[in-house]
């Protein structure tokens, strides 16, 4: 039996001892449209709002229509002004995509969880999804979002509510990263959540992925791909429940829980998990040591800082929310990339950002790699060929691999090699290389021309 919203108790993120410790004011109102701190843009006016959450927009300076949304989920006892503090406002105004804040209310629970237990709230068109549901509508009809581009992430609570919102939109979203929570649909009543939590529930793969499909009964399309992490040393939510994300996530992809890929980022451990094509689906990453918690690092200068520590963001000198982020493709900005296109009578470039592309048009001399490149003289794109097409990335070699551009390849796993060529690229790192697409799942070393 699941208890009315009034009477729920605090779950997820921290035990009801330390919830009943902690005094929030119940009922809040919404305004229509405030502003926040840190640039937080609070709005009502978004649907029915069934689960009756508040929704709060970080759009950066200078982000441009068809940017990627990011709806990033606080744990319990926790705002969305606290959940800040993860770092995504940072990699925001560095990427240029909007980050949405759902954030829970007193009056639905006394802690501020999400009801990531209540199936109420954790099914499709319903209650808590819903809302988010709408929220994600709302970006797309008024700041141009790429409905393509729609990712979400959360802590605990916010972790388990993220996997819902993976399970029951999968049309909606095209991955997630699952911060210290559980599986979808690993408790639904309040009854059954503490058990969840810890020690954790043993399910077969199938049995996991049984709970997603059928949360969209009939649907055939593409799955998101999803990022899981937890620390060693978390006792609030035990690390089992690392695996039995991966079991219930690899399962719906229908590829097998064996890692495919093992490698060290900082302090954590990372799995991989692939489909036939080498592209990695299901990643899980295993920070030794660390509690319960986001994982950031302030001083990561990639990311411009990565967050800042605080109750449950942790500074493990490991950025989680900058490895979530080139998970996603969010350091691609918004596709846009450099174009130049060449003729034997034009020429003309655009400016250059994160990837860029080729054209080279009928009639140019040499096509896409030039008199004895890719093509050749007279080849594709060259004297009196078709029209070739060269899109160029410039990323990390870690997102090549991501963003199945690449493979893992050489001693131990430990170089890339680009997708089809097979040329090496280097080590499996966070250093930045050129590659080229100049056709189909076709990739080489090296910039277009």
Not at 9 to 25: D, E, M, Q, R
Not at 253 to 277: F, K, M, P, W
Not at 324 to 329: E, I, R, S
């Amino acid at each position: 039996m699941t208890l009315p919203r009034s009477a729920r108790i605090g779950l997820g993120l921290v035990g009801a001892s330390l919830i009943a410790a902690c005094a929030f004011p119940v009922g809040d109102d919404v305004d229509d449209v405030g502003q926040a701190d840190d640039a937080l843009t609070v709005v009502s006016s978004f649907g029915s709002n069934p689960g009756n959450l508040r929704m709060n927009v970080y759009s950066p300076a200078g982000v441009a229509p068809g940017a990627a949304l990011v709806l990033a989920l606080h744990g319990c006892n926790q705002t969305a002004q606290d959940y800040v503090k993860a770092g995504w406002n940072q990699l925001a105004d560095q990427w240029k995509f909007h980050v949405v804040y759902p954030e829970q209310q007193t009056a639905n629970h006394q802690g501020r969880c999400f009801n990531w237990y209540d199936a109420n709230d954790t099914r499709r068109d319903a209650g808590e999804m819903l809302s988010m549901r709408q929220m994600v509508a709302t970006m797309v009809a008024q700041h141009g979002v790429d409905p393509a581009r729609v990712f979400v992430t959360g802590l605990s609570a916010g972790g388990a509510m993220a996997s819902s919102l993976l399970a029951n939109y999968p049309d909606v979203f095209a991955g997630g990263a699952i911060m210290a929570g559980m599986p979808h649909r690993c408790a639904t009543s309040s009854l059954d959540a503490f058990s969840c939590m810890s020690p954790g529930v043993d399910r077969t793969p199938a049995a996991w992925g049984d709970l997603v499909r059928q949360s969209f009964p009939g649907y055939n399309g593409p799955r998101p791909r999803v990022s899981i992490w937890h620390g060693t040393s978390d006792f609030t939510v035990a690390v089992r429940n690392l695996q039995e994300s991966v079991d219930q996530w690899t399962n719906v992809h229908g590829i097998d829980a064996v890692a495919d890929a093992t490698s060290t980022v900082g302090n954590a451990t990372r799995t991989e998990y692939r489909n036939a094509a080498g592209v990695t689906l299901v990643e899980a990453i295993s920070i030794q040591g660390m509690g319960h918690g986001t994982a950031v690092d302030p001083g990561f200068a990639p990311a411009g800082g990565c967050g800042s520590a605080g109750a449950f963001i942790l500074d493990v000198d490991l950025c989680s929310s900058y490895h979530a982020g080139l998970f996603f493709g969010l350091d691609a900005g918004s596709g846009s990339g450099a174009t130049t296109s060449s003729s034997s009578s034009s020429s003309t470039s655009a400016t250059t950002s994160s990837s860029s592309s080729a054209t080279s048009g009928s009639g140019g001399s040499g096509g896409a790699g030039g008199s004895g490149g890719a093509g050749g003289s007279g080849g594709a794109g060259g004297s009196g060929g078709s029209p070739a097409t060269c899109e160029a990335f410039y990323d990390s070699n870690y997102n090549h691999v991501g963003t199945g551009r690449a493979v893992r390849c050489g001693l131990g796993n430990s170089y890339v090699c680009a997708l089809g060529s097979n040329q090496n690229l280097g080590l499996y790192t966070m250093m930045s290389t050129w590659i080229r697409r100049t056709a189909p799942n076709y990739y080489e070393a090296g910039q277009c021309p």
